[in-house]
């Protein structure tokens, strides 16, 4: 019987060991675009998804309020296919886990934009006077290109970060168009999104980072939006500013911390570097080092133009 248990014990150990292995893999994998495994949306998936998904939100009854708001006020848009699939690509069409994504989006999202503006689709005409210049400010903000894999990006640049603690919401007002902005891309549902944090401020320090604001921003993404992070590159000024992002860490989960990179350069040399991850130089900004031509300005004046 002991060598049994010996066996047993030996077998359990070496399948977590296998398991890990492999979730680390697909995780560098990840990072670098190289995993292939974009789920085959046939129809057949997509309805029986959808029905799922259906009878997973009826089987929620606690903090839904802001949910069946939704459905009083916008029904067309909050039971519309387009928009809940969203929802389960970025949970990779698990319909437990989007219907929970979906209860919290409408509550945070009432919580950030109020009753008057969260029951329809987010708009640059909705923003007030702050939330314009935290958008304007640049401080976060997606860009135009697309990686070698298919993934929107979004640019966290700390030196146009809005910090001011008046504005903490407008950050994440900000933060939720960028997103919002990417995911009108279905190909950005379905490949993910790669974020990049640009930091090489020497004076930036505990005092000056909003953790709150970027707490919340983490707690979002992997709650509330339907966004899947597939990689996260912070690019820091200095090894020891790696320490400021600790009391963030927690926050963001196993799964992105799996996938996060830090790099101890520049901001302007960045591009080469992440070159190797599959995010060319074309598609990056000038603070990267990149060669985008692109007027973030225009492309918000574009929107409001549009009514977008």
């Not at 939704?70 to 699939?85: I, K, S, T």
């Not at 990417?182 to 549902?189: A, G, N, P, T």
């Not at 996060?260 to 598609?283: N, T, V, W």
């Amino acid at each position: 019987r002991c060598k049994e248990a010996v066996i047993a014990l030996t077998t359990m150990s070496t399948l977590r060991m296998e398991q890990e292995r492999l979730h680390q893999e697909s995780a560098r994998n990840d990072l670098h675009g190289r995993n292939p495994a974009r789920i085959q949306e046939s129809a057949e998936l997509i309805q029986g998804a959808l029905k799922d998904l259906e009878e997973e939100l009826s089987r929620i009854t606690e903090d839904r309020e802001a949910f069946d708001l939704a459905q009083l006020y916008c029904p067309d848009y909050v039971n519309g296919n387009d928009f809940r699939l969203m929802f389960l690509r970025s949970t990779q069409f698990n319909a437990s886990k989007a219907a929970a994504k979906i209860i919290y989006y409408w509550s945070r999202k009432v919580d950030l934009f109020g009753p008057d503006r969260a029951f329809r689709k987010l708009s640059l005409q909705d923003f007030g006077e702050e939330d314009q210049q935290a958008l304007e400010g640049g401080g976060i903000r997606s860009l135009p290109g697309r990686d070698e894999a298919g993934r929107g990006v979004v640019l966290s640049y700390r030196p146009y970060y809005d910090n001011r603690r008046s504005h903490q919401k407008s950050m994440q007002r900000a933060s939720w168009f960028c997103f919002h902005a990417l995911l009108e891309d279905i190909d950005v549902q379905r490949n993910g999104v790669v974020g990049i944090i640009g930091n090489d401020m020497p004076s930036y320090t505990v005092s000056t980072t909003d953790t709150k604001v970027n707490r919340s921003l983490w707690r979002d993404i992997g709650l509330a939006l339907p966004v899947r992070i597939q990689g996260v590159h912070r690019v820091l000024h200095h090894p020891a500013m790696a320490v400021i992002y600790e009391a963030i860490d927690f926050v963001i989960g196993q799964k992105i911390r799996d996938r996060s990179c830090q790099h101890f350069i520049r901001c302007k040399d960045m591009a080469p570097e992440l070159e190797s991850y599959g995010i060319a130089a074309d598609i990056l900004p000038q603070e990267l080092g990149g060669t985008l031509d692109y007027d973030y300005g225009e492309w918000l004046d574009g929107r409001r133009l549009n009514g977008l």
